[in-house]
């Protein structure tokens, strides 16, 4: 086969093309600092890396959806303890009202001691996260105890909440509740009727129903509160560690995506100077093989 001139010129460009787009490939990766940033780089990597970045993105959802959780419960337990010293009071209360030695005078001073810890205690039981009621069930915008007094001046206390749970994702196929009813909070047994049969028997001077009755009626329901009250660590337990996992899968998952995507700086700056040495030989092999032609000569 006849070579000319034209097909060692054609060849030389050709060459010096691919020298060219070799230079701008690592020249690109150093810029960027990643390895692979369209599928044709690296098919099988961009399918890895999307999963990577796929996997990613869940964890972080995850990770905000335990950190709201725990918002939640730590104020719960806030709450919850709260609503304990209220009713520790309220037991030392009635215990000192239980005298029968006491004046009534002392037992009226008592029970509007106690009627103030009962409104603190509807005030706790309608404590809000972020514009939302935490025992209101999924009611969270309906405050869930409301003070009602009928015509003879019976005070009580209606539940208007629900007992539905909220539940957040904590991780795949893994949902988690992290609400509690006040109906099963402070109704079961119901602490605000407890509070107020103190009130009255503090007024009537009923020593003997404060002593049998009321103190047993406020025990009970600082035992519940303290149930309530492990079982709310139970969970915050669990979310603690829930996000002490999602934070080394972040970590771990991060490494394997800049493994497959980013570049390796010495490496890639080895590889564009040898392209580059590569290109300058082209260069000077293209120079001394493309020879004069006879128009060089007519001048």
């Given at each position: 086969m006849r070579v000319t001139s034209g097909m060692i010129a054609a060849t030389f460009m050709r060459d010096i093309n691919n020298n060219l787009r070799s230079l701008a490939k690592y020249q690109h990766q150093l810029a960027s600092g990643k390895r692979v940033s369209r599928p044709s780089d690296n098919p099988v990597a961009i399918v890895h890396s999307l999963r990577l970045r796929s996997d990613l993105g869940d964890i972080e959802q995850f990770a905000k959806n335990v950190d709201h959780a725990l918002s939640w419960l730590n104020l719960t337990d806030t709450a919850l303890s709260q609503a304990g010293d209220i009713l520790q009071r309220v037991r030392e209360l009635a215990v000192y009202g239980a005298n029968g030695?006491?004046?009534?005078?002392?037992?009226?001073?008592?029970?509007?001691?106690?009627?103030?810890?009962?409104?603190q205690l509807v005030q706790v039981g309608n404590t809000t996260y972020a514009g939302q009621y935490i025992f209101a069930g999924t009611e969270t915008k309906t405050a869930p105890f409301q003070v009602q007094i009928d015509g003879n001046g019976d005070i009580s206390v209606l539940f208007k909440g629900n007992n539905q749970a909220k539940e957040t994702e904590i991780g795949t196929n893994q949902k988690l509740r992290y609400n509690l009813s006040g109906d099963v909070v402070f109704k079961q047994p119901d602490a605000f009727a407890a509070l107020q049969n103190l009130i009255t028997n503090l007024k009537n001077g009923a020593t003997d129903q404060i002593s049998s009755t009321d103190i047993a009626a406020i025990d009970q329901a600082i035992d519940h509160l303290l149930a309530v009250r492990a079982e709310v660590g139970a969970r915050v337990n669990r979310l603690e560690m829930t996000k002490s996992r999602l934070d080394d899968a972040n970590i771990n998952f991060t490494d394997l995506l800049a493994k497959v995507e980013d570049v390796d700086v010495a490496q890639t700056i080895m590889e564009l100077k040898n392209q580059e040495n590569v290109y300058r030989a082209a260069l000077a092999t293209g120079a001394r093989i493309i020879q004069p032609t006879l128009v060089d000569f007519l001048r």
């Open positions: 030695t006491l004046p009534q005078e002392s037992r009226n001073a008592l029970a509007e001691e106690v009627q103030q810890l009962f409104d």
